[in-house]
């Protein structure tokens, strides 16, 4: 599953952190 995380805010980068780890996730 790819993953496209837009915006810089907090909320954002603590989503694309925690769906990094999943291992669901093969790019991010």
Do not use: F, T, Y
Not at 13 to 28: E, G, I, M, R, T
């Amino acid at each position: 599953m790819k993953v496209l995380v837009l915006g810089s805010g907090g909320r954002e980068h603590a989503l694309a952190w925690k769906l990094a780890q999943s291992p669901l996730v093969s790019d991010l």
